[in-house]
């Protein structure tokens, strides 16, 4: 079987019908210019996310009249919780010892403090930060704890926004891929209305459903894969130009786009060109199983 | 060859059916006019051998094929035993005699060396070895039509088929390819062919079914057309 044969055929109706061919590779390429810009967005925003989250902990103030046999058993009970990383211990003098280093500047706030008032603590670190409601609740009212504080709103907020990001991208994503989708499917129909001829022919003579299908799915998977490529090709320049002067200017975030991740993305997106177009064509030639 | 057993075919919205009750038996390497006016149902005798449509009843054998029961990313090969030729020849504008034949080849996936061998081969057997290089636009339409019947042939069927193949034509070309479908019955292809050229259908004195409103009113060996239009 010559491969050539069916390149040919496609090279050729793709120049026969190039201006369509040129609206779906523009379609294809914008849309995943966008899916990429947007995932590379999302996982720096998952990055700054994380990092954040690692902040959250939970900070169990202890009573002081609690027994010291209680409170370590209360620890490792903690500990075997499997949501638990870790859970430190601060004691009261630890925590006086603390509190004067963060006021050493004010002695006089130090001398305002009789004896020492601080509770002893847990500092509790979870596994996965989105436990830090039920962990919390879990430890509120028991008969060693005065208070049970954590970050709470913030995480809740956080949680919000990574939603809203996502499901405004996802929406975005949809709307292109459906726009690109049906650019192509348009294209297609129109190449094989350009050579119904052939193709009828093609049937008389009693070519395999296949062979005839061949040329336009290769077609469609020809223009999502030229649309992929100048979406890369416009990520890098957005790359080169853009992001790294922001990562560059806000170097206390964890922002980076690297070669690593470009390489990635470039790899999906040529994925999702190849899909799209193959999908699009086999749409399109859905006509075609009729015999 | 062909085999059709009470084969009745109602086109949708069509109250009165295009072909009726029809058995008809074709022996390998036969040589059948099918006759009747228009609309006797002639070229819907021929779309249901190629499986273009299906009867709404009856059974249909070709080449040993049970055209009915014939699952449909098979019916490629049912084509494959069937060569067909129409009235406006079909040929591809933008592709020379010899393309337009080499093409029926490359479209089954043949090799570069089996089309450059067997095209010239079969240009020749019609009579158009010279002619290759040319356009269709550049042919006569006995011309265009004898390529048509080489791409047809060119895969080497058992079967030709031909719908009105010199409705297009005049008389003396007609009775040229008349001669040139009795010489590739002779080499052993089954040969069908609808028309209603009376001048041809009495010059052979072929086997003749003649059709009517859909039924076969007559089915005579050694028979003429019969029929005064
Ligand atoms: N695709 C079709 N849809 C509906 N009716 C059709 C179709 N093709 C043919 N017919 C009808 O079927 C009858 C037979 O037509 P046809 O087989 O084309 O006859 P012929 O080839 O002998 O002229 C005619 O009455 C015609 O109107
Ligand atoms: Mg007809």
């Known amino acids: 079987m010559r491969i050539s044969w069916f390149f040919k055929e496609a090279i050729i109706s793709l120049k026969r019908n190039w201006v369509m061919s040129m609206a779906a590779i523009s379609t294809v390429a914008l849309s995943l210019l966008v899916l990429g810009l947007f995932a ?24 002081d009249e609690a027994p010291f046999q209680e409170v370590q058993a209360l620890q490792e009970k903690i500990i075997s919780w499997k949501e638990v990383k870790n859970v430190k211990y601060v004691s009261k003098e630890e925590a006086l010892r603390k509190f004067k280093e963060k006021y050493k500047d004010n002695p006089e706030m130090i001398e305002a403090i009789p004896g020492n008032p601080l509770p002893a603590s847990f500092q509790i670190s979870l596994k996965n930060p989105k436990n830090v409601v039920r962990v919390a609740k879990r430890l509120e009212g028991r008969k060693e704890i005065d208070e049970v504080k954590y970050g709470q709103q913030v995480v809740e907020k956080l949680f919000a926004v990574t939603k809203v990001v996502r499901m ?8 292109l891929g459906f726009a690109s989708l049906s650019l192509i499917v348009i294209t297609i129909r129109l190449a094989i209305f ?9 049937r008389l003579v009693g070519a395999s459903n296949w062979f005839i299908r061949l040329p336009f799915l290769l077609e469609g998977m020809g223009q999502g894969l030229i649309g992929a490529i100048i979406a890369i090709i416009l990520i890098h ?6 992001f790294e002067k922001i990562a560059k200017s806000l170097s206390f975030l964890p922002i980076s786009f690297g070669f690593d991740l470009f390489l990635k993305l470039s790899a999906s997106l040529i994925v ?13 030639l859905r006509r075609f199983l009729k015999v | 060859m062909i085999k059709m057993r009470n084969v ?13 009750e029809i058995n008809v038996d074709v022996e390998k390497g036969e040589f059948i006019f099918l006759v009747g006016p228009s609309g006797s149902g002639k070229t819907t005798f021929i779309r249901l051998l190629l499986r273009e449509i299906l009867p709404t009843t009856g059974e249909i054998y070709v080449a040993g094929i049970d055209v009915l029961h014939l699952r449909p990313w098979k019916v490629p090969y049912l084509r494959r035993n069937i060569g067909c030729v129409f009235q406006d020849f079909k040929l591809l504008p933008n592709k020379t005699a010899e393309e337009n034949v080499a093409f029926a080849l490359e479209v089954l996936g043949r090799s570069q060396h089996v089309i450059r061998e067997q095209v010239p081969e079969i240009l020749k057997l019609v009579g158009l070895e010279s002619q290759g290089h040319k356009f269709p636009s550049e042919l006569s339409g006995g011309e265009q039509q004898r390529i048509s019947i080489a791409r047809a042939l060119v895969n080497h069927p ?24 009795d010489r590739i019955n002779k080499m052993g292809t089954t040969v069908l062919v609808a028309t209603h050229n009376r001048e ?17 009113v007559r089915d005579q060996v050694r028979g003429v057309y019969g029929y005064e239009d």
């Open chain 2, 8 to 20: 009745t075919k109602y086109y949708p919205n069509h109250s009165e059916p295009a072909l009726a």
């Open chain 1, 237 to 242: 320049f957005t790359r080169v130009t853009f």
């Open chain 2, 158 to 181: 058992p079967i030709l088929l031909a719908d009105e193949p010199t409705g297009n034509l005049d008389p003396a070309t007609s009775l040229e390819l008349m001669a040139l479908f």
């Open chain 2, 200 to 216: 041809m259908v009495d010059s052979m004195r072929k086997r003749v079914i003649a059709l009517e409103n859909g039924r076969i």
């Open chain 1, 272 to 284: 999702a060109g190849l899909c799209i177009g193959a999908l699009g064509s086999s749409i399109a």
């Open chain 1, 168 to 175: 405004i991208g996802l929406l975005f994503i949809l709307l």
């Open chain 1, 40 to 63: 590379f967005v999302a996982l720096t925003l998952d990055d700054l996310i994380t990092s954040f989250e690692r902040q959250v902990e939970i900070e169990v103030f202890l009573k």
């Open chain 1, 194 to 202: 350009a050579r119904r001829n052939e193709v009828s022919i093609m």
